[in-house]
């Protein structure tokens, strides 16, 4: 392990140096790549000097104890160690799972899609609920949610969501939402008091950037339209939205959320672009016959996910067999518990297909 993590601080150090390089600060798409190797790399480098300076202090309080006459020195040494070796563990815990292989998307910022399923008025509000789950999560992370479209629910929520989520290991923590999400409870809509089943689905995509997919924009129809949600005096009365087709896929992406064209054109060729990364992401698993073949990493768009029982309070999510009793706070975006468990049951995973 410390020939890895010597490697690996030679590589943050070789990348730290070629940061400063003018011809690097000049090619953006270069510095981009280099920089966020940087910060991958960062995480290890810090815990790793944090471990060889815990050794080094390991030595020094074995030195004292094997040198060192007067029996105070001695004990003061014998007390340090008592808390050196549980940090010396802590810190080889850590090191081994950041150590693990990450999926190369995990830093990535996503496109999160949320649609009604079965269940008609009731699944599009669910719809909205798990969307302000999101929302609220993503606060609490410090990230940045944008609406790229909308169709709203004639009683409240939505038919269909589409977000940009942007900060730090975005795709890492939310990948494992993408699926069908299932609730049962007495909908608002119902005058007898009957319990319903609804869903909605959630599909979770990393945002492609242009290295990762070339679209070649003559097979790309544009077409615009007038905006029909909330946007201001400009809905209804310009052609701001914005609709892309690409040919050779009859995949449909659109954008009417703003209120300049180029802008709903930049958001549209975003959600375009990380469609069709998907699909050779997809395409990819496909042929490893690993990850989205995993017991949790399936993210097939029919596969049921979670369920989230108002009645009991009750959500359980089941892929790894985890239920928790505080719906009400799940739903205000705590959703953490669960990142945590599909997170460590990736990594248990990957440790057992003898990835690392």
């Not at 190369?104 to 798990?130: H, Q, V």
Request: charged fraction near 30%; aromatic fraction near 6%.
């Amino acid at each position: 392990m410390l020939d890895k993590l010597e490697a690996i601080q030679q590589r943050f150090n070789d990348v730290s140096e070629q940061l400063t390089h003018p011809d690097v600060m000049s090619d953006m798409k270069r510095f981009k790549t280099l920089n966020k190797e940087y910060k991958d790399l960062n995480k290890i480098v810090v815990e790793y000097r944090a471990y060889q300076n815990v050794l080094a202090n390991i030595d020094g309080a074995k030195e004292v104890i094997a040198t060192e006459k007067d029996e105070d020195f001695r004990q003061m040494a014998k007390d340090e160690l008592e808390t050196l070796y549980p940090e010396q563990e802590r810190l080889e815990s850590v090191i081994k799972d950041l150590l693990i292989p990450k999926d190369p998307n995990d830093s990535k910022d996503i496109i999160m899609e949320i649609r009604a399923g079965a269940g008609g008025d009731e699944a599009a509000i669910f719809a909205g609920d798990l969307q302000r789950m999101y929302m609220r999560f993503a606060e609490r992370q410090g990230w940045k949610m944008e609406l790229v479209d909308a169709t709203e629910g004639t009683s409240g929520g939505y038919k269909e969501i589409i977000l940009a989520v942007k900060g730090e290991d975005v795709y890492g923590k939310l990948k494992f939402e993408s699926g069908v999400h299932r609730v049962q409870r007495v909908p608002a809509t119902e005058t007898q008091g009957r319990i319903h089943t609804s869903v909605a689905s959630i599909v979770v995509m990393p945002e492609a950037e242009e290295l990762d997919v070339e679209i070649d924009m003559n097979e790309v129809r544009k077409d615009l339209f007038m905006s029909s949600g909330p946007g201001g005096q400009s809905v209804n009365t310009t052609y701001s939205a914005v609709r892309l087709t690409h040919l050779p896929t009859g995949i449909v992406a659109q954008c009417q959320d703003q209120k300049s064209q180029l802008k709903n054109f930049d958001k549209a060729l975003q959600v375009l672009r990380s469609r069709l990364y998907e699909i050779e992401l997809a395409k990819k698993n496909e042929a490893e016959g690993a990850a989205r073949k995993s017991m949790i990493g399936g993210g097939d768009r029919s596969d049921k996910i979670r369920t989230y029982n108002y009645p009991q309070g009750r959500v359980t999510d089941h892929r790894i067999g985890y239920t928790v009793y505080n719906l009400t706070s799940v739903m205000d975006g705590n959703i953490d518990d669960f990142v945590e468990q599909l997170r460590l049951a990736e990594s248990a995973e990957r440790l057992k297909e003898g990835v690392a």
